[in-house]
């Protein structure tokens, strides 16, 4: 005779977890990591290195000092140390990437308890503190390496200066040959990368699709000399628009929980870059948007909230 076992929930169960997703999202993240150092040379690499390393001994010695559990191999703090490498510059001082990932792992997500708890992405936090306090270092990029020309502004800056960029073509942009940070120039490199998460099933359409598609429209109605003339396509290609849609807006620690709030969030992120970018003091609005989003996640999903089973 079988009998009916009731448990609590939950039912259902998957072989995913927290460190699984991260070293996912990681993994997800070499190719445009090697495309970085390729373009740029080995002082990529050194970025990356310095701030991996610097975000792992952030987060071992803040665990230790508060007597908490020592999790480094849950994937967080080297995901944080990563990301935070691939907003900077390939040439900064060595000294950059160590402050900002203490910064961002200190800040940016110790002080709110850790991991699960923090209200904003925590590699944003350090780079915008980084951009904040160093903004020469931050804003002087080095071409790639086809190029004779040690520093240049980015397309961006470029275009916000009122120069022409006329030996800059759509297809440079998509394959990174332009200056910019280490891990945004190479949108080819990004793209495989998230169709691997999109594949395995760790990010959804919703933010990173309306945020892109909320930039482009923006812009293309906006940026242009008149109306509806806006090169909508050089601005999804352009900074760190696709770095941040599909590998920082959809955080699930920073991001809202239902695809409507999702969508709300995508399209609220896409609006304020597009804003910062043609209105705003800095050409690039990716992260500045994206933080002022995560402070915004609380309340869209208070509003957003799914019906409770039973209840109208």
């Not at 308890?113 to 923090?118: A, I, M, S, T």
Request: hydrophobic residues 50%; charged residues 10%; positive net charge.
């Amino acid at each position: 005779m079988n009998k009916l076992i009731v448990n609590t929930s939950p039912h259902l169960h998957k072989k995913e977890n927290v460190s699984r997703i991260m070293w996912a999202v990681v993994l997800s993240l070499i190719p445009a990591g090697i495309a970085g150092v390729v373009i740029f040379g080995w002082g990529a690499l050194r970025v990356i290195i310095l701030a991996v390393a610097a975000a792992l001994i952030s987060e071992v010695v803040i665990q230790f000092l508060t007597r908490k559990k020592v999790a480094l191999l849950d994937g967080s703090a080297f995901l944080t140390g990563l990301l935070l490498a691939y907003n900077l510059p390939p040439e900064v001082p060595f000294w950059l990437p160590i402050i900002g990932s203490i910064f961002a792992i200190a800040i940016g997500k110790q002080v709110f308890g850790g991991l699960g708890q923090n209200i904003f992405n925590p590699a944003l936090v350090g780079r915008v503190f980084l951009m904040a306090s160093w903004p020469k270092y931050m804003t002087s990029f080095t071409l790639p390496l086809k190029y004779d020309t040690v520093t240049s502004a980015t397309p961006l800056a470029m275009l916000k200066e009122g120069k022409v960029l006329e030996n800059i073509s759509h297809w440079d942009l998509f394959l990174g040959l332009r200056g910019g940070c280490i891990g945004e120039v190479c949108i080819l490199a990004l793209l495989l990368g998230a169709a691997f998460l999109f594949w395995r099933r760790y990010i959804s359409w919703h933010i990173p699709i309306t945020y892109i598609a909320a930039t482009g429209i923006f812009t293309y109605i906006f940026a242009g000399k008149t109306l509806l003339s806006g090169d909508w396509f050089f601005h999804i290609l352009s900074g760190g628009l696709i770095l941040g849609a599909f590998f920082m807006a959809t955080d699930y620690v920073t991001s809202p929980l239902t695809c409507k709030g999702q969508v709300i969030f995508g399209l609220g992120c896409g609006l304020l870059t597009a804003i910062i970018r043609i209105w705003g003091g800095y050409p690039e609005g990716v992260s500045y948007a994206m933080l002022m989003m995560n402070a915004a996640a609380p309340i869209i999903d208070r509003y957003t909230r799914n019906r409770i089973y039973g209840t109208k």
